[in-house]
């Protein structure tokens, strides 16, 4: 059987087991595709869906293509949701049949299409699909998700928006915090270099001048003259410092060095930014605001700007009733052993009152 044929044969088969359950005596299964928004998924469902994140830690979405265990994901899981704006160039087929089957299946970026001209395109009017690189553009993606979910689950509709607010607050005050940290990069160096265009919306968003060497999607390769221009642009402009990415091969941006190093200028690699893909899971990076914070955070003091040390995430905590280290490792997204090392614990006991320093970043 070839993959296609499998595909047809297994979304149907396993969607008749999955679909119309009425109200949701247990928790209902979601899957997304990319990690930004199964964390969303996760912030606004809470303890109401069991969340399946689809393409994991340092993989790259352009280029992913789906195993049969994701369409055994997708299609057995209660709603779907993925980018959309062909972020997931691969994965059109496996999400387009099961839509078909009745499924509910949103794209969180495409349902935003429609707000005036947000969406932005390259020079060849291809959308670029990279919306959650503006703090903003995310909480559109927030509205998206907590009325879908309130839709498949209206019992709980109330307790959705009320948690779709609380985070859409926090982004909030992320946003602030990138704008104010971007800003105080020195103007003429507030220039940012990656592997590939996914920075274009948080160019925008906080004033930097944004250039990738590979364009929207990394399917396609770069060529010596793409890299040669680049390398005149960081020696004419003096950049200091440009960036690799988590998912994506760092060859490119050591041409950049080497290029630039040839005719005398030093440019450095300022560190590595999570752009479609988060961190761990289980770390801070390995949520939205820790991928965010790490990446406003590492750009800015590469590029000469001034943040706070711990950078946005809150640096102490004050133990509260019912705390436990494991709930607060949960809650922060970063590991117990980390918080245990960061406080000098010897053991698991801690008081309420007590104030432990977060490590972040
Ligand atoms: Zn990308």
Do not use: C
């Not at 969303?40 to 393409?55: F, L, N, P, Q, S």
């Amino acid at each position: 059987m070839t993959i296609d044929k499998w595909l047809t044969w297994a979304v149907a088969g396993l969607l008749t087991l999955s679909l119309a359950q009425g109200a949701w005596a247990k928790p209902y299964t979601a899957a997304a595709t990319v990690g930004m928004i199964a964390d969303i998924v996760r912030e606004v469902a809470g303890d109401h869906a069991k969340v399946e994140g689809i393409i994991g830690e340092g993989v790259d979405p352009h280029l992913y293509k789906p195993t049969r265990n994701d369409v055994i994901t997708l299609s057995t899981a209660d709603i779907v949701f993925y980018n959309g704006l062909m972020l997931e160039g691969k994965m059109g087929d496996v999400l387009v049949a099961v839509a078909r089957k009745g499924k509910p299946v949103y794209a969180v970026t495409e349902a935003i299409l429609d707000q005036g001209d947000y969406v932005m395109t390259d020079e060849a009017q291809h959308y670029d699909p990279h919306v959650w690189m503006d703090v903003q553009g995310w909480i559109k993606a927030v509205a998206v998700v907590v009325d879908a979910l309130a839709e498949l689950d209206p019992e709980h509709a109330d307790e959705y928006q009320a948690r779709a607010e609380a985070y859409a607050a926090e982004l909030q005050k992320l946003d602030a915090y990138a704008r104010e940290a971007i800003g105080s990069i020195p103007e003429r160096q507030r220039v940012l270099v990656t592997a590939h265009d996914a920075f274009n919306y948080m160019g925008r968003a906080y004033g930097l001048d944004v250039r990738g060497i590979q364009g929207l999607s990394t399917e396609s390769e770069a060529g010596v003259k793409d890299i040669e221009d680049l390398v005149s642009f960081l020696v004419e402009h003096q950049i200091p410092a440009v960036f690799v990415e988590t998912s994506v091969a760092d060859k490119n941006v050591r041409a950049l060095v080497e290029g630039a190093k040839a005719r005398g200028h030093d440019v450095v690699i300022g560190g590595e930014l999570f752009s479609d893909a988060m961190g761990k899971p289980g770390t801070y990076e390995g949520t939205y605001i820790g991928m965010v914070d790490h990446n406003v955070t590492t750009i800015t003091r590469a590029l000469g700007g001034q943040v706070p040390q711990g950078g946005f995430g809150p640096s102490d905590y004050v133990v509260k009733t019912g705390d436990t280290l494991t709930s607060i490792s949960n809650s922060l997204g970063i590991t117990v052993a980390a918080l245990k090392e960061a406080n000098d614990l010897d053991d698991d006991r801690i008081s309420v009152g007590q104030t432990l320093h977060i490590p972040r970043l």
